[in-house]
């Protein structure tokens, strides 16, 4: 399990501690919010990100060398979309 800490107090057990508040995970997820997951990646924290639109994504929604979960609500379907050098590629989650 990755600990991010942003100051010299450590987390409690299983939690991951930022700016002095420490996150439990919900099933297996940390919820951070958005205004510190710059602070949580600097750590070390892998953030995954998802988003829900109606269509696929394209090269210009997910930049190259990264990664995000995607529910297109007009498909039905919920992929986890990495960009390799310009060619998405996908697998499904069911």
Do not use: F
């Not at 501690?17 to 439990?24: A, C, P, S, T």
């Not at 919900?26 to 958005?34: D, K």
């Not at 639109?53 to 007009?74: E, F, M, Q």
Request: net charge positive; hydrophobic share 45%; glycine share 12%.
């Amino acid at each position: 399990m990755a600990v991010a800490t942003t100051n010299m107090t450590g987390p409690a057990s299983g939690c991951v501690h930022i700016n002095g508040v420490d996150y439990k995970p919900a099933g297996g997820v940390y919820a951070i919010p958005t205004t510190l997951v710059p602070q949580a990646e600097a750590c070390g924290l892998v953030v995954s990100k998802a988003v829900s639109v109606s269509r696929l994504p394209t090269v210009a929604d997910i930049p190259a060398g990264t990664s995000l979960l995607w529910k297109d609500t007009a498909g039905g379907t919920v992929k986890l979309y990495y960009n390799d050098g310009g060619a998405l590629k996908s697998v499904a989650l069911v």
